[in-house]
């Protein structure tokens, strides 16, 4: 396909091709029976807001059989209607609502596999120094809630200005189940559901950290690990690193999948490359 205006979320459904755009969202039916010369697709959704900052548009479908897309806010931190949400929409784009709101800059979510509660990251604001606010790790238990942007950040800072932070108080808006680092640019997020890595990674949760941009010293660059305890977050720690050296960075993961193998499956954008990750035991 060519053509497309910063074409980035992709899903499958029942054989067809999702994939969205900053305004639209477009299924390519039946694929995989009409490769490599799929067509032109059919408009699913063709008024997404237009605004360009954090429209990178990421989907998936639920396991409720509908579409979710993540809309990020027009600006580093803002009350702009319409954006810093995530929407939930029937397959071929009707009964649209909010499901989550509050949510700066969402670029992955998904399911837990056995709860199936969504859970997804969210970048927080700049221009806060080095060490405010924290990236977060979200859990929505249910539609409608607010998850504090953009009067409240990683659950617990008021916004520095009084006008946005007399928007709310972070009492009243759902906390991160898991503060990550501050910048670090939470992007994929994926339950570990394979069978190739040990039982203690099953059902754990892998992120891609992009990375930071802003920061005296850079952080993220890597894919970190949280560790539940049942829906409980015990830990947060690295899972594959390598990719900064000092202040010299050499890739940027973006997003994750499980192989049918089990193997992790990790897109980075500097390098234009997708990574096979896999699991072998180390020997003295």
């Not at 953009?150 to 008021?158: D, M, Y």
Request: glycine share 12%.
């Amino acid at each position: 396909a060519t053509g497309r205006r910063t074409p980035n979320g992709i899903a499958f459904h029942d054989g067809d091709l999702y994939l969205a755009e900053v305004g639209s969202i477009s299924r390519f039916s039946d694929i995989e029976r009409r490769l490599p010369y799929p067509g032109d697709p059919e408009i699913v959704v063709d008024d997404l807001p237009p605004a360009k900052l954090h429209s990178w548009r990421y989907i998936g479908f639920g396991p409720d059989n509908r579409l979710y897309v993540a809309i990020g806010a027009p600006c580093n931190v803002c009350d702009e209607t319409g954006y810093g949400v995530i929407l939930r929409m029937n397959s071929d784009g009707s009964e649209r609502e909010v499901f989550a709101r509050g949510v700066r800059n969402s670029v992955g979510f998904t399911w837990h596999p056995d709860s199936q509660k969504l859970w997804f990251t969210d970048n927080g604001r700049d221009m806060m120094g080095d060490d405010l606010p924290p990236g977060e790790l979200n859990r929505a238990e249910k539609p409608g809630l607010h998850f504090g942007f953009p009067f409240c950040h990683g659950g617990t800072i008021p916004d520095p200005d009084p006008k946005l932070a007399s928007l709310g108080a972070c009492m009243d808006a759902e906390s991160p189940v898991q503060p990550l680092g501050p910048h670090v640019a939470p992007l994929g997020i994926r339950f570990y559901t394979g069978d190739a890595f040990p039982n203690e990674y099953r059902n754990q949760i892998l992120i891609a950290e992009h990375g930071s941009w802003n920061r005296s010293k850079k952080i993220g660059y890597r894919v970190s690990l949280v560790r539940l305890q049942g829906s409980r977050p015990v830990s947060y720690e690295p899972f594959v690193e390598g990719w900064l050296d000092g202040e010299k960075v050499s890739g940027r993961p973006v997003d994750l999948l499980i192989a049918p193998d089990g193997a992790v499956l990790l897109s980075d954008d500097m390098n234009g490359v997708i990574y096979r990750i896999s699991y072998s035991e180390v020997s003295d």
